[in-house]
Nanobody
Framework: QVQLAESGGGLVQTGGSLRLSCAAS????????MGWFRQAPGKERDFVAA????????YYADSVKGRFTISRDNAKNTVYLQMNSLKPEDTAVYFC?????????????????WGQGTQVTVSS
């Protein structure tokens, strides 16, 4: 029912900024909470940030709190992840996901739809 497509990844230097976008298909975008996850090679998938259906509530992993900001524009069916003060440990494939838990959730198992991911590489 929902297709997600991430964009905006790339190569940046330590301390730089990058904004990821996730475009969603369908007519029920506002019925889903949205989240960002990331996975480095050989590592497990980690929660990064989530936002509730309306955009009024957000959640962040401790590792990105104060540096990353999640937002959404329901009129554009798009969720964003603004990443500032990037570090080499932020290097990963970043995935956008949609969850029917409309309040937002950190649990990847509660997300039903996933994008294909976009690579973020932070050079040291």
């Amino acid at each position: 029912q929902v297709q997600l497509a991430e964009s905006g990844g790339g190569l940046v230097q330590t301390g730089g900024s990058l904004r990821l976008s996730c475009a969603a298909s369908g007519r029920t975008f506002s019925s889903y909470a949205m989240g960002w996850f990331r996975q480095a090679p050989g590592k497990e998938r980690d929660f990064v940030a989530a936002i509730n259906w309306s955009g009024r509530s957000t959640y962040y992993a401790d590792s990105v709190k104060g540096r990353f900001t999640i937002s959404r524009d329901n009129a554009k069916n798009t969720v964003y992840l603004q990443m500032n003060s990037l570090k080499p440990e932020d290097t990963a494939v970043y995935f956008c996901a949609a969850s029917p838990v409309v309040a937002g959730t950190r649990d990847g198992n509660e997300y039903d739809y996933w994008g294909q991911g976009t690579q973020v590489t932070v050079s040291s």
